[in-house]
DNA sequence: TTTTTTCACTTGCAAAGTGCAAGTAAAATT
DNA sequence: AATTTTACTTGCACTTTGCAAGTGAAAAAA
C-alpha cells in the first residue's frame, strides 16, 4: 500500500495516488488489505493500546501493526491520545472512524451468513 | 493471499487457512486486498467480461484480475458462465456474491460522506 | 532502589504478492 | 483469408508480508 497525507474533521482532500472518484476505490485505497479493518474492529470492540491488538486471535505481527496504526492515524481514522504523563499512547477512532461501524457490521452479517463456523462474539450493534 | 477450497449454495466449510472464527476476518480472508471488491463492483454494475473489468477507471493488471476471477469463482461468489458455443465465459454474482451489496453500499455511503471529491456515478440501491 | 518483567515498538530477511510490459492463441470481425 | 479483438499467460523488478529476534523505555516487583 502506498502513503497518504493526514485529514481534517470534516472530509480529507483527495490525495493524488488516488485511483479513481469511487467512493468504492477510495475507501479500499485506505483500508484495502487483511489487517487494517481487523484493528478498527478492535478498536470498537473497546481494545486501544499496541499489546491489545496483538492479542487479538488472528495475531497481526507487531511490524504491520505499527504500519496500519500510523497509516490510520495519517489518514484521520484513528488518533493517539497520551497516557498519563509518559510517552506512551492508547489509540481511538475518530468520528471518520466510527463512521466505519455499518461496513462493519455488514461484513459480520456477510460472513455469519456465508462462512460456516464464524461465530461474532463482540461486535455488536449500537 | 493464501488460496481456498470452493463453496456450496448454503454456506462455505471452514478452510484450515483461516485466521479465526471472526466473520470479519473470514470475509477479509476472501476480499481483504484492493482489488477483489472493485471486480465485485463491477459485477454489481452490469459489467460481466474480462475486458469490461480492465476497462474500468482503476485500471486492474490483466494477471490480477485473472487471478481474482479465479479465486472468486473458487469461493463461490461469482461463477464462470459460457458464452453462445464458444470457450468464451461471462461472469456472475452467485447468491452469495450478491449478498455482499450491503457491504459495498456501506463503503459507498463511507467513501462519499468521508472522502473529498469521490462520486457514486453507478452503484445504486435496491 | 535495584532488578525484573512488560510494553511498544524496530530491524532483518525470506517468501509472497503487485504492477507493468510484452507475448500468445483462439475467437470474432472485416 | 487477413486483421483485429479478446482473454488470457509470462517474465521481471519492486513492494509488501510474515516471522523471529532485538531494543530501550516504562511499569511492577523485590
Redesign the interface.
Known sequence: ?PRRPPASST????PSS?????????????F????T??VI?DLFLGRSRFKDFTA????IPTNLLSDRLERLTESGLISRVPLEGGKRFAYELTE?GK??K????????????????????L?NQS
Request: overall charge positive; glycine content about 8%.
Open positions: 500500500m472530509s480529507s482532500p483527495a488516488r485511483r479513481s472518484p469511487c467512493p468504492v476505490a477510495c475507501a479500499l485505497d485506505l484495502g488489505d487483511r489487517w479493518l481487523l474492529r487479538s486471535p488472528e495475531g471518520k463512521a466505519l455499518p461496513v462493519l457490521l455488514a461484513m459480520k452479517e456477510w460472513g455469519l451468513r456465508w462462512e460456516e463456523g464464524t461465530r461474532a462474539d461486535l
